[in-house]
């Protein structure tokens, strides 16, 4: 049986939760599930409460999607959208902070490029604050859509066998995957080129490969990150044809491997470097049902912060 509330006011991190809160969330997404499959999707749960999702970073899946569960939950939305050639760091903040006092909401769903940024706006405002991803630092309601995939596909995250391929230096995508999943039990392994896998990584406890076919034989589920080029401020492999044609998933290696392993991927997909299309549209990629998942999680996730409020 898990809690009954979230031990936390905000969902900054994933490192700041524990396990029983995962199973709440995994549990009440279970129950919205089957709210967004209905012919009548929208639940009174959140009405009167009022959410402005502030993004200072492109995104168009993480946005739909907690747009959608807000709205699925009767919530008052508003959307806040600031280009991210606009952000100066603390300045453009401490302005964010002014504007979500004046439009009076009670819940901040913030993306931003700087690490940390949800944690300074938790400091200054009352709202409770989700984080949507920020900077190269953690993307927590990702990393909980991901697990939640894997518990729906394999029955459970426990003991199983996970790994993160790809750009792990640049991503809050496999930060928040690796403490989730170790959270839950599972064993976790990152596998990418020497430059794109930081050095503290094995203090986390997670196993190194930087050959694709041996991390891919060694797993029941493989996730496959983008290369963060938009991160990158100098070259770390010489080209995108190079690293598709070392670190690339193609149907070839799929069939080739000794087991059938599950393919996941957070979007947005670049066709033909991470993944080739045939892998990406093939029976053992979950990818679609990874953004199914996404809104019933972020309807858990919102609606147990909201049972929060003081
Ligand atoms: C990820 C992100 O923005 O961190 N995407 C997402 O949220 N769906 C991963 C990425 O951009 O590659």
């Given amino acids: 049986m898990a809690a009954e509330k979230l031990s936390t006011r905000h969902l900054l991190g994933i490192k700041d939760i524990n396990r029983d809160d995962i199973e709440l969330i995994f549990e ?9 499959n209905r012919p009548i999707k929208r639940v009174p749960s959140l009405r009167d409460i009022t959410i402005a999702n502030i993004f200072f970073e492109n995104s168009t899946r993480t946005k739909l999607s907690f747009e959608l569960a807000e709205k699925r ?15 100066s760091k603390g300045e453009t903040l401490i302005d964010t902070v002014n ?16 690490a940390g940024a949800g944690q300074f706006l938790s400091r200054h405002i009352k709202a409770q604050i989700v984080n949507a991803g920020d900077g190269a630092h953690e993307h927590p309601t990702q990393a909980l859509l991901d697990a939640f995939s894997i518990r729906q596909k394999l029955g459970s995250v426990a003991g199983k066998k996970v790994v993160i391929v790809g750009d792990i230096l640049h991503s809050r995508v496999a930060i928040s995957n690796i403490l989730c999943l170790q959270k839950l039990g599972a064993e976790v392994m ?7 896998i930081p050095k503290y990584i094995s ?4 196993k190194v490969e930087h050959d694709l076919i041996k991390a891919l034989n060694w797993c029941d589920v ?20 190079e690293y598709a044609m070392m670190y690339g998933l193609n149907k070839q290696i799929l069939n080739s491997l000794d087991k059938e392993i599950i393919v996941m991927h957070p979007g947005p997909i670049n066709r033909g470097v991470e ?6 549209d093939s029976k053992q990629s979950i990818i679609l049902e990874q953004v199914e998942n996404g809104v019933a999680i972020r309807m858990a996730v919102l609606y147990l912060l909201a049972s929060q409020r003081d």
Avoid: W
Wanted: proline share 4%; hydrophobic share 45%.
């Fill in 203 to 206: 203090s986390l406890g997670v």
């Fill in 28 to 36: 009440t997404a279970d129950n919205f599930k089957d709210v967004i």
């Fill in 99 to 114: 504007n979500i006092l004046a439009m009076k909401v009670d819940m901040v769903v913030m993306r931003h490029p700087y």
């Fill in 73 to 87: 939950l009767s919530a008052d939305v508003v959307n806040f959208a600031a280009s991210s050639s606009s952000v």
């Fill in 275 to 280: 993944i080739t299309s045939d892998v990406a």
């Fill in 222 to 241: 493989a996730n496959m990150l983008r290369i963060q080029l938009e991160r990158q401020d100098i070259k770390y492999f010489p080209s995108l044809r």
């Fill in 190 to 196: 990152v596998c990418g080129p020497t430059t794109l």
